[in-house]
């Protein structure tokens, strides 16, 4: 299984980018993806994940929207109205579960459920 993020880069606060992430050797319908971000001197967190729900980190509700695409394998995260604080290493990242019946937000926000990570994208947001 390999998780391939990309799209990162360097912006001025309120523009968008688009982060996708590239999924081979599972299929994402059947499984939990999220995204992760970690900043410098900071621990990783839950940014945004998909599954048989979406849920949404409260600091990005409103100005990010995460998506799929089943038959390309992909989940994308659309970023808009940016800040300097979204500033980080954006990552990807597989549930090891396959067609979990989980809804409740704890379990999509949870570093633990990945099993499954990429290699990350830099994003900087600049003032």
């Known amino acids: 299984v390999q998780l391939q993020a990309s799209g990162g880069g360097l912006v001025q606060a309120g523009d968008s980018l688009r982060l996708s992430c590239a999924v081979s050797?599972?299929?994402?319908?059947?499984?939990?993806v999220g995204w992760f971000r970690q900043a410098p001197g900071k621990e990783r967190e839950f940014v945004a994940a998909?599954?048989?729900?979406?849920h949404y980190a409260d600091s990005v509700k409103g100005r990010f929207a995460i998506s799929r695409d089943n038959a390309k394998d992909t989940v994308d995260l659309q970023m808009d109205s940016l800040k300097p604080e979204d500033t980080a290493i954006y990552y990807c990242?597989?549930?090891?579960?396959?067609?979990?019946?989980?809804?409740?937000?704890?379990?999509?926000?949870?570093?633990?459920?990945?099993?499954?990570w990429g290699q990350g994208t830099q994003v900087t947001v600049s003032s």
């Open positions: 050797g599972r299929t994402v319908a059947n499984y939990v």
């Open positions: 990242a597989l549930d090891a579960l396959f067609r979990t019946s989980r809804r409740d937000s704890n379990y999509y926000s949870d570093r633990l459920t990945y099993n499954y």
């Open positions: 998909i599954g048989r729900i979406k």
